[in-house]
């Protein structure tokens, strides 16, 4: 299949073109778009032919549930039902935008796109593109995040293209993701609201909309056997090709720790790279050194993370090195993929 890219100007949004790629997925067709957080793989919700095409061009295990995706509030509930006040509140705070909230649902939604649960996922991106193109689809876009199973996120078109191209019919090109780490979501579906995946919402946030919020278990203590909540939490993900490996401990140690390593793999006559931040990446002698941005400016790390771990699949290296990074606030979500791309492989120093 031919996959058509179209170029979108976020400044005068081209109806027309928006019209096409609604209309590829009105007749059963996959579109991917951007959102502000990472890019879509798009199919219409309702039907549950797009769910099964969308399961195949990923590659993903049909047991992992997609995220539904409207553009107008009033929507919901044709998919969604037994909304909680707390809901209510969460969504007045901070819809649109990153956050996904998983619902009863309604018998409108084919068991296909929930991955056979009783509950569906759902977000109300705040990209404009995103919105505009949700809008002359239908309304209920599934979209699970535009890459192939296993491999990082995508946050540019030419990422997507990368993964996806021959696979399905058009990619809607926005530029840069801005935010570069998929949404905060959060289990609104019983008594109290539950973190499953953590985000640029951080919980301080929620916290201060709803009050006490639970976190899942599973990711309090990482690695363990605790079945996650959000079934995709569960496969080893975002992971780069070579073996990803964090250290951790005060930063002149990890240095001195990833120096000695990175000349131990070298001296084997294989290439090392390192992951480091702004401020430390000077400390390393050896090795492909990139830099994933300042340890000042989170946003810049979440932005730029999915984009570094791609780069270095384009280059020599089997095994990374990477330092760890504060979790607090964004750093949760950092860290949780970041650990997740390491498939929990940490040093500590
Ligand atoms: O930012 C995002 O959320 C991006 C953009 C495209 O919106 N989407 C995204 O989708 O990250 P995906 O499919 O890569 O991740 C969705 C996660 C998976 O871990 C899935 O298991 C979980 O959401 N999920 C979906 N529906 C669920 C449900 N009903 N109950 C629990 N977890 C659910
Ligand atoms: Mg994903």
Do not use: C
């Amino acid at each position: 299949m031919e996959t058509k890219v179209i170029k979108l100007d976020y400044a005068s949004l081209d109806q027309v073109l928006l019209q096409e790629a609604g209309a590829v997925l009105r007749q059963g067709g996959l579109v991917a778009f951007p959102t502000e957080t990472v890019y879509g793989l798009g199919g219409d919700a309702l039907n549950p032919e797009a769910a099964r095409k969308i399961y195949k061009a990923k590659g993903r295990p049909s047991d992992n549930p997609l995220i539904v995706h409207i553009a107008r509030r009033e929507d919901l509930h044709r998919i969604a039902r037994n909304i909680s006040p707390e809901a209510e509140k969460l969504m007045e705070s901070f819809w649109p935008g990153p956050l996904t909230l998983i619902f009863q649902k309604t018998e409108q939604v084919p068991a296909q796109t929930t991955g056979g649960l009783s509950t569906v996922a759902v977000r109300m991106p705040r990209d404009m593109i995103a919105s505009a193109f949700i809008q002359a689809s239908g309304g209920f876009v599934a979209a699970p995040s535009a890459n192939v199973s296993g491999r990082p996120s995508t946050t540019t078109a030419a990422h997507v293209e990368e993964d996806l191209r021959g696979r399905i019919e058009m990619i809607l090109d926005g530029g840069q993701a801005v935010i570069g780490l998929e949404s905060t979501i959060v289990d609104v579906s019983e008594e109290k609201p539950v973190i499953l995946r953590p985000g640029v919402i951080t919980r301080e946030m929620l916290e201060a909309v709803v009050g006490e919020i639970l976190v899942d278990q599973a990711l309090i203590q990482p690695g363990s056997d605790i079945k996650p909540k959000a079934p995709g939490m569960k496969y080893r993900h975002y992971a780069p090709k070579a073996e990803l490996i964090i250290v951790e401990g005060n930063s002149e140690a990890v240095a001195r720790e990833i120096n000695r390593l990175v000349n131990q793999w070298e001296q084997e006559g294989k290439r090392a790279g390192v992951l480091a931040a702004e401020e430390s990446k000077g400390q390393y002698s050896q090795g492909l050194v990139k830099s994933v941005g300042s340890r000042k400016q989170e946003e810049e790390i979440a932005t730029h993370l999915y984009q570094v771990l791609r780069e270095f699949d384009e280059t020599e290296v089997t095994r990374i090195y990477s330092e760890s990074f504060a979790d607090a606030r964004i750093g949760a979500a950092i860290m949780n993929r970041l650990l997740k791309a390491a498939g929990h492989r940490v040093i500590q120093v």
